[in-house]
């Protein structure tokens, strides 16, 4: 090592290139073969080894790169491009507390090397090792007094109080903090703080010991001045409030309003501030003035009156000093006046920016239905539109908009007649159209049209009546009004999202992925937004269609898994203290994400039902998906939810509607159904390993079933608590409201009892128990069963079809979908049996029947056990030949017919028109026809499989 | 009406009313990580009184000398929210921030056929400093307008005396390179 070292490093680089280059973009191969070459020229060249290492770990050879690695690791490397190669691989492969053991060995070689203790450092942040960050931060100040080594170190001592395993001992907490605040205090007093993130940290550290004074000094004081100019008036804020200091607060926010008269967060603050000053006063100070609510209401006054461009910003404020003293039982008609005036006087100010509607809406929950709905009249009123007008300009039409989605918000449409609502559907297509050739002509491609919103409504409508009488004609019909909207305004968001649920709804999973592939949803979105789509799919009809989507998510998530840590190890390069927590909360945050594991295990059922190879192809793409049915690798009570539910919009009444309630009611259940499917792959994978397990695992004899027989408690003991919980659907009451979860579904389908019965089938083969015929007997049954469920629901779903082939659509699909899944997987399992026991009768039959004489009755020959499973898979065989044929006859929905009249109020081109609705019943049949022909595809290689 | 606060990370998961516009692109993690740890300060997002994300920019400050200058990397509001004068608030706090880290200019790219922002930077008062070729890469590549404004530390308005040569991409990257060492 001491030669390589001495000789040219220059030249190696040069040497090393084309391996790093083949790697980089992806040539594995041709890198694995470089490494090679020079290896043997230069067989001890570490950089190379590890670079070999990382080539075999790439082309998913891990025993020899794991060999060739810690080869390389044993030598203790201290060169940075052989470390930088080897923590590469180890951050791949999540081995994080080996880079640590890398880096300390290269210090303990280069004593006071700056480079390698910084690389030290950062392996203790992948681990969260927050004392040794202290130590390692403190060998870096001493060797290289730089400040940010130094406060590396203050930071980790902050950790250690408020997130290491102390944080939980107030004691201790109170310690580090302690000596975290004196640290800095030194600092200050060598006169050595430089810079902003310096400052922050300082303050953070006085705020964590509610030392506010502290804080409130250093942050009006000089130094602070001078290093932190730009820091957040909100910490002042804050600070005044913890002091109690409402006065001074006040007075600074009446000076900031002044400069800056939009500003809702001062405003906030500015009327909390009133509010505590009037509590102060009532104990019997500021006697002979004017009470602080009175000043306030003044001073807004003030700055509306003052105002040249007239902002939202004062009147929103008014209206929530109003709000504020009603709540609070005070004068508020007395001092500010009437509530619906000031409404309306916002309404004739404001009503024609799209935000107005967001606006009024904050303050409809404080006054009584009653008034709600007079308030919506009156609005409607003011807007200057009626039932026999037309918006005469692009301003009043947007009043109206803003009107008629208040008056939805007060619940003023959901009283009305079926016949009213239809013509109110028809008022609102007009208006559409009115507005779109009025107001929306040159509109560019980037925008969203001006009238669009009447349709976004109407769609709302057409689906209070369609679930009003349980038929689809509705809303199908306001699905042909939004694919028209989105031929003329092409960016626009809303109507994708609203088709993309409609057409779920109506289980069109091609019109769906028409409208997610449109949206463009990618990155971070692939998370937040996944649930309209992703988490739709699987039992949605298809499978191998499914699988992309899944892809495509699954490598946003790998990537960002693999890059997690580096993101907070970014903000110690940087300094950056007022990010650490946030990243490290993110981090937990997308690691957690349930849109991740369910995703993930989907993927996985996913799979194992389409697999179609041979028995051996099968079990190598098995043993790849490298399931440990003993290990539960979910953080079940850590799963986060990512959803950003907010994105679609929606006007629904606001006392009928509880987002928050509806989060967590889907998340929990969502979560139950993770359990479920899990739980399912874990179990069918414990069938499967204990015929073929991998050999590596040397389980004691006798106890090879013990992980299916416990992962078969858990299922059973899952379903009993899950009919125990009683879940709900989830409420359909409006258009935006979530598809109901796969629950119901999974409880309803014979899930349970299946696997149930099958896990006993796997063991009784095992044995060769005498009731193992018994048992087949019921598997057989249970096939049966399953089979009627798709066969069953495709006659009902014909049968149905001439009243209304969409209405129930979705639901028959999933029945389908999930048959045909237990019958796939089952079919797998069989297959796999059958190889197992054909192999080993072969061989085994004369040595065991040998060995057993003593006890009890004789096990089953295995042969007779290959027999007994030829016997199932005939069975088998015949029951998916029964439910091909059935899917054969499995008609594609009928739509609504009557549709001629859809279009005719519209000042539609009759080609247009033909087009439009042409195309969408064009993606009903291809979706129904893509559907049969993959379901029927995964039939036949089933068949084929159940043949053999 | 905004509230204007630090743009955090929990925000990447909310921001889709705003980012499903055409105009705003979706960047992967470690873009806006990167802002994130980089400059803070520089990330600051406009929240309605309901809580709704309004809109938000995106920027950093970097240069040596007499190139220390801020720059806006995305700016965008949500459709919802336009016509409100939002664009000019958070230009404005940029502005001040850059002020106040004694930035000499601040500057910002716009595709040449994007009019509407052309517009407003005008009327914030930027001028159109030079053209880089083909910044825009894409089906069709497109043009960029380079838009500057002086701070108040510039006193002589050197940086803002325009170039008439456009510039191509390789000499861009070449001042670039130039400016990070």
Not at chain 1, 177 to 204: C, N, P, S, W
Not at chain 2, 31 to 50: D, G, H, I, M, V
Request: aromatic content about 10%; proline content about 3%.
């Amino acid at each position: 090592m001491a030669q390589q070292q001495g000789m040219d490093s220059a030249l190696f680089e040069r040497r090393l290139r084309p391996v790093y280059d083949n790697l980089e973009v992806g040539n594995n191969r041709k890198a694995l073969q470089e490494s090679e070459k020079l290896l043997r020229k230069h067989p001890t060249l570490l950089c190379a080894r590890a670079l070999k290492g990382l080539s075999l770990l790439r082309l998913g050879r891990y025993d020899e790169s794991h060999g060739c690695l810690q080869a390389v690791a044993e030598e203790k490397p201290t060169d940075d491009s052989t470390l930088q190669v080897l923590s590469f691989c180890y951050r791949e492969m999540e081995q994080l507390d080996k880079i640590v053991e890398l880096y300390q060995h290269a210090v303990k070689q280069n004593p006071g090397n700056e480079e390698l203790l910084a690389h030290l450092f950062i392996s203790h942040v992948r681990v969260e090792d927050y004392k040794a960050q202290q130590a390692v931060a403190l060998q870096l100040y001493k060797a290289q007094p730089k400040n940010a080594y130094y406060f590396w170190s203050v930071i980790s001592v902050v950790f250690q109080g408020i997130r290491g395993p102390e944080s939980a001992l107030p004691e201790k907490r109170k310690i580090y903090l302690g000596l975290a605040q004196r640290m800095v205090d030194k600092h200050i007093k060598e006169g050595k703080l430089e810079t902003e993130q310096e400052a922050f940290l300082y303050l953070h550290i006085l705020k964590l010991q509610n030392k506010y004074h502290e804080a409130w000094e250093f942050l009006t004081g000089e130094l602070c001045a001078k290093l932190y100019p730009g820091a957040p008036v909100s910490m002042k804020f804050e600070l005044l409030k913890e002091l109690g200091n409402w006065r001074e607060l006040n007075e600074l926010l009446q000076q900031l309003l002044d400069a800056d008269r939009d500003r809702w967060d001062y405003y906030k603050e500015y009327i909390q501030s009133s509010f505590e000053l009037l509590k102060l006063s009532s104990k019997g100070e500021e006697k002979g003035e004017k009470d602080s609510l009175a000043r306030c209401q003044e001073f807004l006054q003030g700055i509306i009156e003052s105002s040249e461009r007239k902002k939202r910003g004062p009147y929103l404020a008014r209206l929530e000093l109003h709000q504020r003293m009603r709540a609070d039982k005070l004068p508020a008609e007395q001092l500010i006046g009437d509530f619906d005036e000031m409404v309306i006087e916002y309404f004739n100010l404001f009503g024609d920016k799209s935000c107005c509607t967001h606006d009024i809406a904050l303050f409809l929950p404080s006054i009584s239905m009653k008034q709600r709905q007079a308030l919506a009249g009156k609005l409607l009123l003011e807007s200057g539109v009626s039932s026999t007008s037309l918006p005469q300009n692009k301003e009043q039409m947007q009043k109206h908009l803003c009107a008629l989605q208040i008056s939805r918000m007060c619940g003023s449409h959901m009283e009305l007649p079926v016949d009213h609502l239809i013509a109110f559907y028809t008022a609102l297509k007009l208006h559409y159209e009115h507005g779109r050739s009025s107001f929306g002509k040159k509109l560019l491609a980037t925008e969203m049209g001006p009238s669009d919103a009447y349709a976004l409504l109407a769609a709302n409508v057409m689906y209070d009546l369609s679930r009003r009488e349980h038929k689809s004609d509705h809303l199908f019909e306001a699905l042909c009004l939004l694919q028209y909207v989105l031929r003329n305004s092409t960016s626009n968001f809303h109507v994708k999202l609203l088709s993309l649920k409609i057409y779920h709804l109506f289980g069109c999973q091609v019109g769906a992925q028409e409208m997610y592939e449109y949206l463009d949803i990618k990155q971070i979105q692939l998370d937040s937004m996944g649930y309209v789509h992703c988490q739709l799919l699987p039992l949605g009809g298809r499978f191998s269609g499914t699988r992309a989507v899944y892809d495509a998510t699954l490598k946003f998530f790998t990537n960002s898994y693999k890059e997690r840590l580096e993101y907070i190890a970014l903000t110690y390069r940087f300094c950056t203290f007022s990010k650490m927590e946030e990243f490290m909360n993110f981090k937990e945050r997308l690691t957690n994400s349930l849109q991740y594991v369910a995703c993930s295990v989907e993927a996985q059922i996913c799979d194992l039902v389409s697999c179609y190879g041979n028995v051996m192809q099968n079990l190598t793409a098995y043993a790849a998906m490298s399931i440990e049915p003993a290990e539960d690798r979910i953080a079940w009570h850590e799963l986060s939810d990512n959803r950003d539910l907010d994105a679609i919009i929606r006007w629904d009444p606001l006392h009928q509607v509880n987002a928050a309630e509806e989060r967590k009611e889907s998340f929990d259940q969502e979560v139950e159904v993770l359990q479920v499917r899990s739980l399912m792959l874990r179990l069918f994978a414990s069938f499967i390993d204990l015929y073929h397990g991998t050999g590596a695992k040397d389980v004691p004899a006798g106890t090879e079933t013990a992980t299916l027989e416990l992962l078969r408690e858990s299922w059973t003991g899952l379903f009993q608590r899950l009919r125990l919980m009683n879940y709900k659907p989830l409420p359909q009451t409006f258009l935006v409201n979530l598809l109901p979860t796969r629950l119901r579904l999974l409880l309803d389908l014979p899930y349970e009892r299946f696997f149930d019965d099958l896990s006993q089938l796997v063991l009784d083969l095992q044995s060769g128990s005498g009731k193992l015929a018994e048992q087949c007997k019921r598997v057989g049954e249970n096939v049966i069963v399953v089979m009627d469920v798709c066969v069953k629901t495709i006659s009902e779903c014909n049968d149905g079809n001439g009243t209304d082939g969409l209405w129930n659509r979705r639901e028959q699909q999933q029945k389908v979908a999930a048959s045909l899944e237990i019958l796939s997987l089952y079919a797998f399992l069989l297959s796999v049996l059958n190889d197992k026991l054909q192999v080993s009768s072969k061989t085994k039959t004369k040595k065991r029947t040998a060995d057993n004489k003593e006890n009890g009755p004789q096990p089953i020959s295995e042969k007779e056990r290959g027999q007994m499973v030829h016997e199932l898979m005939r069975q088998l065989k015949h029951k998916l030949e029964a439910c091909d044929s059935a899917i054969r006859t499995w008609k594609a929905p009928v739509l609504p017919r009557d549709l001629s009249s859809f279009m005719s109020d519209m000042s539609l081109k009759p080609e247009v028109e033909a087009t439009l609705i042409g195309d969408v019943s064009a993606t009903f049949k291809d979706s129904h026809e893509l559907m049969v022909t993959e379901l029927r595809n995964l039939l036949k290689d089933k068949i084929r499989m159940a043949a053999k | 009406m905004t509230t204007l606060r630090p743009f955090t990370c929990d925000d990447l998961f909310k921001f889709n009313n705003v980012n499903f516009d055409p105009l705003t692109e979706t960047y992967g993690l470690s873009f806006y990580t990167q802002y994130l740890a980089k400059w803070p300060e520089y990330f600051q997002l406009a929240e309605s009184p309901s809580g709704q994300i309004m809109g938000y920019i995106m920027g950093k400050v970097e240069g040596h000398m007499d190139n220390w200058h801020g720059h806006v990397t995305a700016l965008t509001v949500s459709p919802d929210y336009r016509r409100l004068g939002l664009a000019a608030l958070l230009m404005s706090f940029l502005e001040d921030i850059s002020e106040k880290k004694r930035a000499y200019f601040v500057d910002l790219f716009v595709r040449k056929s994007n009019q509407v922002a052309i517009n407003m930077y005008k009327n914030l008062g930027y001028i159109i400093y030079r053209t880089i070729l083909e910044y825009y890469s894409g089906d069709q590549d497109e043009d960029a307008y380079d838009m500057r404004k002086a701070m108040s530390r510039d006193v002589n308005k050197k940086s803002v005396i325009p170039y008439t040569q456009p510039v191509t991409m390789r000499e861009l990257r070449r001042q670039m390179r130039h400016d990070h060492n």
